[in-house]
C-alpha cells in the first residue's frame, strides 16, 4: 500500500512539475530585452550586432531574443554580401556564435597573419 501511495505522489507531481530538459526555447518582448540589456544581464542588439561583424559582414534582416535551458540567444537572419540570407545562433551574453553549430561558409573569423 505504501507503494502504491508513492508511485501515485511521485507521478502526480512529475505531472505538475514537469521536469523541463528538453524545453521549448521562449521568445522575449522587447520591453524584456531591454530589461535584460540595462541589468546587464546580456548584450543589447547593436553590441551583439558590433560583435558578430567581425566575422560576419551584411545587413540585418531579422533578428529575435530567446531563452533556452537558462541561456539566452538571439536568433538572427543577416543578408551577406551576395545576396544570400544566413541564419546565426548567437549567445546573446557574449555576442558569439554557437560552437555546436558551424558558421556559413560566408561567415568566418577574420585571421590575421604576422609575417
Excluded at 550586432?49 to 551584411?58: H, I, S, T
Excluded at 535551458?69 to 554557437?98: C, E, M
Amino acid at each position: 500500500m505504501k507503494r502504491l501511495f508513492l508511485i501515485c505522489f511521485f507521478s502526480l507531481f512529475t505531472l505538475a512539475h514537469p521536469m523541463q530538459l528538453n524545453a521549448e526555447p521562449i521568445e522575449l518582448e522587447h520591453y524584456q530585452a531591454k530589461a535584460l540589456v540595462n541589468s546587464g544581464q546580456i548584450l543589447s542588439l547593436n553590441g551583439t550586432l558590433a560583435v558578430v561583424n567581425q566575422f560576419c559582414q551584411g545587413e540585418l534582416i531579422d533578428a529575435h531574443l530567446y531563452q533556452e535551458d537558462h541561456k539566452w540567444r538571439y536568433d538572427l537572419q543577416i543578408k551577406v554580401q551576395r545576396g544570400q540570407i544566413v541564419n546565426l545562433s548567437i549567445d546573446a551574453t557574449n555576442g558569439q556564435a554557437d560552437h555546436s553549430i558551424a558558421l556559413p561558409s560566408e561567415c568566418r573569423k577574420h585571421e590575421t597573419v604576422t609575417r
